[in-house]
């Protein structure tokens, strides 16, 4: 039977398709930690007391990077390169999604709109996380070699995603809130077509490590364009959306390490 749970256990059995995986999310999540880190440094004075969430949200990545990397290490893996079209991160980066790493290497202050897109790009795309994570955590929570860490990254990104719904509503009532839709909206709408593409070429490597039938491959491809059709007519409006969240302050303190991982 094909499922979530069947497809990814096959994944998580074979060495290399797992190492696949793993590269893919650790080189993911080692680039937001970057960009985090770099709009901490360049975040404007009237906003700087978000600087240190946003620093934490970098933290989050990078530990998530690296926990990512040392499930490799423990099965004796190491990471290979990231195909290019499996490449999440950097591709929104090219379709125009959040800032632009240019903008980040310089040493000039970001504006207030620079934050708001800055907040939009993470509010999409921790949607996504949060849902994929808690997809994996449904099934793997208990798994003796990655429970741990799905569980983990699961609850940091659930705080990830609390923390952009509370201060793009901060924003919203200092009188943005018509810039916060439209950049959330133009946000989603590319993010549903880069997550399609990516999904389309990671299966495409996988289909080629496991040996997937014909058939198969084709399945799961009707399957990611079933679900593109749904976000493109109406899926994407939970992306824009916001809701004071119940978990207030959600990155306030520090990032929890990752020592027990390595």
């Given amino acids: 039977m094909l499922s979530a749970r069947s497809l ?46 946003i620093a934490r949200h ?8 690296r926990v990512f990397t040392a499930l490799l290490k ?18 929104l980066e090219r379709h125009g999604i959040g800032l632009a790493h240019d ?16 907040l939009a790009h993470s509010r999409v795309t921790e949607q996504r996380a949060a849902e994929q994570l808690g997809l994996l955590r449904t099934h793997f929570a208990d798994h003796p070699e990655i429970g741990k860490a799905v569980r983990m990254i699961s609850d940091d990104e659930d705080r990830h995603l ?17 810039l916060i839709q439209r950049t959330l909206r133009a946000c989603a709408l590319t993010e549903i077509r880069v997550h399609r593409d990516v999904s389309l070429a990671v299966m495409a490597h996988m289909g080629r490590i496991l040996r997937w039938p014909k058939a198969r491959s084709a399945l799961l491809a009707a399957g990611i364009h079933a679900l593109y059709a749904y976000e493109r007519l109406a899926g994407w409006h939970r992306m824009v959306t916001l809701a ?18 390595a």
């Fill in 103 to 118: 903008k980040l290497r310089r040493d000039e202050p970001l504006t207030v709109r620079d934050v708001i897109v800055y």
């Fill in 162 to 178: 609390a923390y952009t719904h509370e201060e793009l509503l901060r924003l919203a009532a200092a009188g943005h809130g018509r």
């Fill in 74 to 91: 423990k099965r004796g893996l190491t990471p290979v390169p990231v195909p290019p079209g499996t490449d999440y991160t950097m591709l």
């Fill in 244 to 261: 004071m969240p119940e978990r207030r302050d959600a990155l306030g303190g520090p990032a929890a390490p990752a020592a027990e991982f």
């Fill in 8 to 53: 990814f256990q096959e994944i998580l059995d074979n060495d290399e398709s797992f190492r696949l995986f793993c590269s893919i999310a650790a080189g993911g999540e080692a680039q937001g930690g970057w960009e985090n880190g770099r709009i901490a440094a360049l975040v404007p004075e009237g906003e700087r007391a978000l600087a240190p969430k």
């Fill in 58 to 65: 970098g933290a989050d990545e990078d530990k998530h990077g």
